[in-house]
């Protein structure tokens, strides 16, 4: 179809023929290859999720440091060999403690103190304005954001113990 | 949290040669300086923070490379730009500057507990209750008078409930119908007693309906004033910080809830409190062991209703949530019908609509059906406690024992039953008092909240301004992250016009809001004739200056008002004349109340352009010796704009004006130009002298002229 929004729009996919990842220090980098075989050396790149409550390792979002986007992955294993690099970049990135159990959830004078087990061992957070705080995901997701802006994630609120789940069930 | 993202405690150090980060996690922790990693500060040549989703990377600039020091939580976010700002301030040798604020104070003095909110340096632990319900209570004291009445009238309602069961019941039964008595027979003075009894009290029920009625409004508005009064005083900042609507609810509803308290909640306590303890010791001066056995199922049944209420309350959260979810929903849609019906999506909104209406009927369904099947069982419980005084009581009557009289059991029975609305209302008392209280608190707060940007104490006096402005190496930031601006220097002589060009988000508007200190500069200098505007009173800097900004607002009144409100002594004719000026008098002319029109919420909609040119009109009336143009312009056609811009110009001569513009056209007779790029001074000069140096501006004339020419018009 002539005027298309593909015609109009590139959007550039990475892939094994025009790009590749590699580690320097703790941090990813990236060259990229053009058509012609001349690759370039693009330095440390950012990883961003576009769907990130739903996609976990799809259309990953490649930046440079000052967010001007380089083109995107489709998927990480598109990049076999990197695959894992990929992976452990968004980990970091993403880097979300989830919780297991909720030892204490009171709610005073406006904000909630949390204790609670994550996979990362027991921890304590406040929340302001608890219920907005919370963002409601389908399947039982709950991100939960603190008052410094750090998250937590309970994955399956129906899959908590009884006694955790009573302490938020106000707020699913 | 360490390198490796595991969480742990970590200190960093940064000394004038080191910089020493350490940690308590893995290694040998008995070992000396385990954890410990040192970097020598010549070896760096720049410390970073990259904001990830929930935490940051701590990083070096070492040989070009970058070098992970840690990964942190957002936690210590703040902390970590404050030393890569110190740092920076170390490695050009300006030690001095390094802030050590002891403001920035995260913890409680107190109790060592961490503040929830940094923004709110307030603990929950160590609040002083007593001390808050005391200075609230100052709201009330003015109407002590009015409330001592109250309270008094309330007293009365309360005897006259605890005396007359003793009347209709003890008085009836053991003295009227009592032939021993010296009250037999006297039926009729029983009556007209009860009568009478009736009587005072719906007097005083009506009297204390007018009064709380007059003074409750009183207060309210009291408080609110107050309230609006401090907010009034505070710098933008402290509504940025916050959002404005969110501010506004919370005033209206914490103003409210005080409110209810001193009114309803508080002289209720005292009157429910009074009038159980007057139960409890009538009934125990008559029979002790009665009502030991009639009270002494209350602590269940506190307990009890306590558990259900909290249940109770849950199920109607859920109700309220819902049913907001719904009138969200419902108002999304109504508002933007016309997308849902061009994108033809009415049966998928019906079938979200009709989904969300389910979920609410569901959690109707549920809170009714809980305060059907939970509340008659309490009351059975209490109930029981009726039973029990009436065949204990009717045994001990028949018997005679306990001097027990068949009126005596009868006014036992009232009382039971007068026990149990006082026990209700101390059980919800719990609850609400403790919102009321962080009601109180919030508003104290923001009495209480100091202005970042505060008046000279002794301003600088400045009778006549010339209207020099100056820029000195201006640094700025609204929040620790990102410096807005960035070591900005530039100069505008008295009556000259300058343009200050950029792209979105440059920072631009940033530069007037420093100007007319609506914010503070947090390094270098803002001069207006030589002098930092920080030493000029705000009344002499804000007289100084008008701006027209981006987004104009009116206020609820005529256009004329609504000009006039620059300057309230202003004549008709130099409204007319300043409308004219800023070219709005034709179009006020077209509409039928012309100056006489209302404008503003829920008045006379008027268009984007319109409304920029009433601000212009407003601005000029002030005849102001600095006069700021921030993209005044923008929401006019060309020729509209090109009219107006005549006028400025002409009007500019004996003023300092400085204009913010995207549209290049509009700044090309200014006298120079800044180009302003991520918060810095990407080069300045005049018009032809920057499209000769062919840098940034020249690239977005080049830009603008292109776009022009493919429309058709040529410069």
């Known amino acids: 179809m002539a005027g298309s929004l593909d015609q109009v729009v590139t959007v550039v996919y990475f892939d094994k023929t025009n790009a590749d990842f590699y580690k320097k220090g703790d941090f990813i980098a990236l060259v990229t290859r053009d058509a012609a075989g001349q690759t370039t050396d693009r330095g440390i790149v950012r990883l961003r999720r576009m769907f990130p409550f739903e996609e976990l390792w799809e259309n990953i979002s490649v930046l440079t440091k000052d967010n001007e986007e380089l083109g995107v992955i489709r998927r990480v294993s598109d990049f076999p060999e990197r695959e894992d690099l990929l992976r452990e970049e968004l980990i970091r990135v993403y880097f979300t403690p989830k919780i297991s159990k909720i030892y204490s959830m009171k709610e005073k004078y406006g904000f909630s103190h949390w204790e609670v087990e994550t996979d990362v061992g027991r921890i304590g957070f406040s929340v302001k304005d608890t219920f907005r705080s919370m963002l409601n995901l389908p399947e039982g997701r709950v991100i939960i954001t603190d008052v410094d802006g750090g998250r937590y994630e309970i994955p399956d609120a129906a899959r908590l113990d009884k006694a955790s789940r009573k302490k938020i069930e106000l707020y699913l | ?715």
Not at chain 2, 39 to 66: H, M, N, W
Not at chain 2, 531 to 542: C, T, Y
């Open chain 2, 1 to 715: 949290m360490d390198k490796n993202g595991q969480f742990c405690r970590g200190t960093i150090l940064l000394t004038g040669q080191t910089l020493y980060l350490m940690s308590d996690s893995g290694g040998d922790a008995t070992a000396p300086e385990a954890g410990v990693e040192r970097y020598p500060v010549d070896t760096l040549e720049a410390l970073a923070v990259d904001e990830l989703i929930s935490t940051c990377r701590f990083y070096a600039q070492k040989e070009g490379e970058r070098l992970l020091l840690t990964y942190a939580t957002f936690y210590a976010k703040e902390d970590l730009y404050r030393l890569v700002s110190s740092f920076e301030k170390l490695k050009e040798g300006r030690t001095k500057e390094i802030a050590t604020d002891k403001e920035n104070r995260r913890f409680c003095p107190i109790c060592g507990r961490r503040y929830p909110d940094r923004e709110r340096k307030f603990c929950p632990h160590c609040m002083d209750r007593g001390k808050v319900i005391r200075r609230m209570g100052g709201f009330f004291f003015k109407y002590k008078a009015q409330m001592a009445v109250i309270i008094l009238v309330m007293a009365v309602l309360s005897a006259l409930s605890v005396i007359t069961p003793y009347f209709t019941s003890k008085f009836l039964y053991d003295e009227v119908l009592n032939q021993e008595s010296a009250f037999y027979g006297r039926i009729l003075f029983l009556v007209l007693l009860i009568v009478s009894m009736r009587l005072t009290r719906l007097f005083f029920t009506i009297v204390n309906g007018i009064i709380t009625s007059r003074i409750s409004a009183k207060i309210v508005y009291d408080m609110k004033q107050t309230i609006f009064s401090a907010i009034e005083r505070l710098s933008m900042g402290y509504f940025t910080a916050r959002t404005t609507g969110g501010l506004m609810n919370q005033i209206y509803y914490d103003a409210n809830r005080i409110y209810w308290f001193f009114t309803d909640g508080f002289p209720y306590f005292v009157i429910n409190l009074v009038q159980l303890l007057a139960i409890t010791v009538i009934m125990l001066l008559y029979n002790p062991l009665l009502t030991l056995l009639a009270l002494g199922l209350t602590p269940l049944v506190l307990w009890l209703i306590g558990r259900l209420f909290r249940k109770s309350r849950r199920l109607n959260r859920r109700r309220y949530t819902r049913s907001r979810a719904l009138n969200a929903l419902l108002s999304d849609l109504l508002t933007g019908i016309r997308v849902v019906k061009t994108f033809s999506r009415e049966k998928t909104e019906a079938k979200r609509f009709a989904k969300a209406s389910r979920e609410l009927a569901l959690a109707n369904k549920n809170s009714s059906k809980f305060s059907a099947t939970a509340f008659p069982l309490v009351n059975t419980l209490v109930y029981l406690g009726l039973i029990l005084v009436w065949g204990f009581g009717g045994w001990m009557a028949i018997k005679g024992s306990f001097g027990m009289t068949y009126g005596i059991l009868t006014m036992f029975v009232s009382y039971v039953g007068m026990v149990y609305d006082p026990l209700y209302f101390f059980v919800d008392m719990v609850e609400w008092g403790s919102d009321s209280l962080n009601s109180m608190n919030r508003l104290f707060e923001i009495m209480d909240a100091q202005a970042d940007v505060k008046e000279a104490e002794h301003p600088h006096p400045l009778p006549k301004l010339r209207g020099d402005v100056a820029f000195e190496n201006v640094e700025f930031s609204y929040t620790k992250s990102r410096k807005v601006i960035d070591k900005v220097s530039f100069s505008v002589g008295a009556g000259k016009t300058l343009g200050i060009v950029g792209e979105t988000g440059a920072g631009k508007s940033t530069l007037v809001n420093l100007l007319v200190r609506l914010y503070d500069a947090d390094e270098g200098r803002v001069t207006v004739d030589g002098i930092d505007v920080k030493e000029l009173s705000f009344a002499d800097l804000r007289r100084n200056i008008a701006i027209v900004s981006q987004e104009t607002y009116l206020f609820v009144g005529t256009i004329y008002d609504n000009i006039r409100y620059a300057n309230h002594d202003a004549t008709k004719e130099e409204i007319i004349e300043a409308a004219k000026a800023a070219g709005a008098h034709d179009f006020i002319m077209k509409l039928p109340d012309a100056y006489s029109t209302m404008v503003g919420f829920g008045h006379k909609d008027l268009s984007g352009g319109e409304k920029q040119r009433i601000s212009i009109a407003r601005a000029l009336l002030r005849d102001p010796k600095i006069l700021i143009l921030d993209e005044a312009t923008a929401a006019m056609d060309t020729q509209t704009e090109r009219r107006i811009q005549a006028t400025l110009d002409a009007l500019s001569k004996d003023r300092t004006t400085i204009m913010i513009a995207h549209r290049l056209s509009t700044l090309r007779n200014a006298d120079s130009l800044v180009v302003i790029h991520n918060g810095k001074v990407a080069e300045s000069g005049t018009h032809a002298g920057l499209l000769a140096q062919k840098g940034e501006y020249y690239k977005l004339y080049q830009l603008q002229l292109d776009a022009l020419k493919n429309v058709g018009v040529t410069e």
